[in-house]
């Protein structure tokens, strides 16, 4: 080895060796302040591009959820009110019965009919009422059924059927000024009841059906989103336990690194002596 003032191979090498220490100390610290292996592209190019990838999906499947949870919501408003329709109409089909009684006096007609009357009115306020952030599904309004997200590309839909349960409708055919003022009348309103509260049984069914579908799938879509998660994890997370012995390793390599260019850099005093100096 030559001894030279003007260059010191042994302190370079030190200090190259030194400054590797550092730069694999800093991204130690860098994985266990963060907790990732990959927090950007520079770490690993091509797996972030991969894990953005995935925690894009994610984040689409979230609006799915969101989107199928509101299909849920309004499937369980009208599954409710359909429900209450349904226990009203058994209860009118029952005053509509007595009311065909061609005994009944003039009084306990009219008492009937007013208790059927106000159903009709409740079975409208039922109806009216059926309503989650806008859309109700049972009063008519909406036409066909309500489409809903099903995957993160936004390219398919699951469709909640309408159903409408307003008098005088293909569901409820019984009008809404139906009365029981005569055994005629009440004859004419058992036979509708009767029809109606088959119609609302099988609408309740295929409003079942719906929601069930919906709930299936937003299961699956919570799966989905549950394995992206993890898949990003596999790519990007650290392993803090290596990290921390690592952390550990390389700090004692840099309190060497820094005590192995201490002695190159007194290397050149030997020098001195070889002049009688030092």
């Known amino acids: ?11 370079l090498i030190a200090l190259q060796n030194l400054n590797k220490t550092n730069v694999d100390l800093e991204q130690a610290q860098n994985r266990i302040n963060t907790g990732l292996k990959v927090s950007g592209a520079k770490d690993n190019a091509a797996v972030y591009a991969v894990a953005q990838g995935m925690r894009a999906d994610t984040g689409a499947l979230n609006a799915v959820s969101t989107s199928l949870d509101r299909a849920n919501s309004i499937s369980d408003i009208a599954l409710a009110a359909g429900e209450s329709i349904s226990d009203l109409l058994v ?6 019965t007595a009311a065909m009684d ?5 009084f306990s007609r009219e008492a009937y009919n007013a208790d059927f009357k106000a159903l009709i009115d409740q079975i409208n306020v ?3 009422n059926a309503e989650f952030d806008g859309a109700n599904i049972l009063d008519g309004s909406i036409s066909g059924g309500i489409e809903f997200l099903a995957d993160a590309d936004a ?10 349960f307003t008098f005088s409708g293909s ?19 058992v036979s509708q009841i009767k029809a109606s509260l088959d119609n609302v049984n099988q609408a309740l069914a295929n409003l079942g059906s719906d929601l069930k579908k919906i709930e299936a799938h937003n299961s699956f879509v919570d799966k989905l989103k549950g394995s992206l998660e993890v898949g990003v994890g596999n790519l990007v997370d650290a392993d803090l336990a290596k990290e921390s012995a690592k952390l550990q390793a390389l700090q004692v390599k840099q309190q060497l690194g820094v005590q192995a260019l201490s002695i190159a850099n007194s290397q050149p005093q030997i020098i001195l002596s070889l002049f009688g100096g030092g």
């Open 1 to 11: 080895m030559v001894l030279s003032v003007h260059t010191n191979q042994s302190a």
């Open 171 to 189: 569901i409820i055919s019984l009008s809404s000024s139906a009365s029981l003022g005569t055994v005629t009348l009440a004859t004419e309103a």
């Open 126 to 128: 039922i109806i009216q």
């Open 91 to 96: 209860e009118m089909r029952e005053k509509a």
């Open 155 to 164: 390219a398919r839909t699951l469709t909640l059927k309408t159903q409408d």
């Open 102 to 106: 061609p005994s009944l006096d003039t």
